[in-house]
T-cell receptor
């Protein structure tokens, strides 16, 4: 089973700052998803990246899939308190004829007003 | 659609008791997943079903855990007997395809004393 390492584990910043969180693996994923989870709720999908080198933008959030499809990053510009939450990356893993999504442990982001 | 529905939202039980968690997936979704989330281990896949058939249960911790999906609109995760180390938030998720977006329920917070 492949492992996804997310960093940093915790991040506390002031409103208006920029930040980047990372998702790394030593193995290749066929695709990678980013989720955000707010306290007391389940994760909600933000984006899926499929192609190596792909960049997707969602308002102030920019997602990038590494060229080798082993890593990904999420950059937030001018963070707002509403961005607070747990950010999870999940890689699509194939094992023989089966497969599943492997989740990282997440980056817990706190944006203070 | 109401989304994925889980019950109960909170469960407090004593060690040794049987616990049953319930999930109603989104109608039309062929895949159903059960996850467990803790601070230490993050989000762990326990088991997933495709068209009501268990496909991969390698994440089920031990024989005390069992899951069933008697029909397309209902699944249960049972722990018998429960132990304090089973305390966690248990999520159910469903999706149209194995690699598609997973829609998570609100989770069941289980506390075993």
């Amino acid at each position: 089973t492949q492992l996804l390492e997310q960093s940093p584990q915790f991040l506390s910043i002031q409103e208006g700052e920029n930040l980047t969180v990372y998702c790394n693996s030593s193995s290749v994923f066929s695709s990678l998803q980013w989720y955000r989870q707010e306290p007391g709720e389940g994760p909600v999908l933000l984006v899926t990246v499929v192609t190596g080198g792909e960049v997707k933008k969602l308002k102030r959030l920019t997602f990038q899939f590494g060229d080798a499809r082993k890593d990904s990053s999420l950059h937030i510009t001018a963070a707002q308190p509403g961005d607070t939450g747990l950010y999870l990356c999940a890689g699509a893993e194939l094992v023989g004829s089966q497969g599943n999504l492997i989740f990282g442990k997440g980056t817990k982001l706190s944006v203070k007003p | 659609d109401a989304g994925v529905i889980q019950s109960p939202r909170h469960e407090v039980t004593e060690m040794g008791q049987e616990v049953t968690l319930r999930c109603k997936p989104i109608s039309g979704h062929d895949y159903l997943f059960w996850y467990r989330q803790t601070m230490m281990r993050g989000l762990e896949l326990l088991i997933y079903f495709n068209n009501n058939v268990p496909i991969d249960d390698s994440g089920m911790p031990e024989d005390r855990f069992s899951a069933k999906m008697p029909n397309a609109s209902f699944s249960t995760l049972k722990i018998q007997p429960s132990e304090p180390r089973d305390s966690a938030v248990y999520f159910c998720a469903s999706s149209l395809d194995l690699w598609a977006q997973q829609y998570f329920g609100p989770g069941t917070r289980l506390t075993v004393t």
